[in-house]
């Protein structure tokens, strides 16, 4: 995939960066840590500049953002709720906890959105819960591109500064992800615990 990526870039330059940030938003599995050190990597051997390469990294992953928050309008709540009429008992899921998260998501979801944006393979698929909470489409864009400019940036300016040995920027990558996403996992856990214990304290209330 590395090679096809690159291939794309060098051949397409701004308008293959466009491309390949726009795709890598909607199907996660394609490494912004590639695109962008090696776009960034290419203004020290070709006629891009940094400027160029930022706005057009930029401008396809808000395109891609966008699609996946209005798949996610489709998704909206009262939808999932029925899909869970449906199919709940099976994945024990109840329409509380649907609605529990929607509210979760309307009190931080903005700030959510704007540290995911900097999260590899999340930053893409956050934009979907925010469709489905029905976010404010300019708040979302506005959190979205704020996120989005400052990984663009770190990661440009990176295979910039390292040159040929742009690919070394891949394994702090690789490092930086697995840390927070123990962090999100502990934190995950730690409500869900919350939650749980929530639940059993206000059944013996109750009985």
């Given at each position: 995939?590395?090679?096809?990526?690159?291939?794309?870039?060098?051949?397409?330059?701004y308008?293959?960066?466009?491309l390949?940030?726009?795709l890598?938003?909607?199907?996660?599995p394609?490494?912004?840590?590639?695109?962008?050190?090696?776009?960034?990597?290419?203004?020290?051997?070709?006629?891009?500049?940094?400027?160029?390469?930022?706005?057009?990294?930029?401008?396809?992953?808000?395109?891609g953002a966008?699609?996946?928050?209005?798949?996610g309008?489709?998704?909206?709540?009262s939808?999932m709720?029925?899909?869970?009429?449906?199919?709940?008992?099976?994945?024990?899921?109840?329409?509380?906890?649907?609605?529990?998260?929607?509210?979760?998501f309307?009190?931080y979801?903005?700030?959510?959105?704007?540290f995911?944006?900097?999260?590899?393979?999340?930053?893409?698929?956050?934009?979907?819960?925010?469709?489905?909470?029905?976010?404010?489409f300019?708040l979302?864009?506005?959190?979205?591109?704020?996120?989005?400019?400052?990984?663009?940036?770190?990661l440009?300016l990176?295979?910039?500064?390292?040159?040929?040995?742009?690919?070394?920027?891949?394994?702090?990558?690789?490092?930086?992800?697995?840390?927070?996403?123990?962090?999100l996992?502990?934190?995950?856990l730690?409500?869900g615990?919350?939650?749980?214990?929530?639940r059993h304290?206000?059944?013996?209330?109750?009985g």
């Amino acid at each position: 995939m590395k090679t096809w990526i690159t291939d794309i870039m060098e051949q397409f330059g701004y308008a293959g960066i466009f491309l390949m940030l726009a795709l890598e938003n909607i199907f996660p599995p394609i490494p912004s840590e590639v695109i962008l050190p090696f776009g960034g990597f290419m203004t020290t051997t070709s006629g891009l500049t940094i400027p160029g390469v930022l706005i057009a990294s930029t401008a396809g992953s808000l395109l891609g953002a966008v699609i996946l928050y209005w798949i996610g309008r489709l998704l909206d709540v009262s939808r999932m709720e029925r899909i869970v009429d449906r199919y709940g008992k099976w994945i024990r899921i109840q329409k509380s906890d649907i609605r529990k998260a929607d509210a979760w998501f309307d009190k931080y979801g903005y700030w959510t959105v704007l540290f995911c944006r900097m999260v590899p393979l999340v930053r893409s698929l956050i934009s979907i819960p925010a469709g489905m909470s029905g976010m404010k489409f300019g708040l979302f864009m506005l959190f979205t591109t704020i996120g989005t400019l400052g990984w663009n940036t770190l990661l440009i300016l990176l295979g910039a500064a390292l040159g040929e040995s742009w690919e070394d920027i891949g394994g702090y990558i690789d490092t930086y992800s697995s840390v927070v996403y123990v962090l999100l996992a502990g934190g995950v856990l730690v409500l869900g615990l919350l939650y749980l214990r929530k639940r059993h304290t206000a059944g013996k209330a109750r009985g």
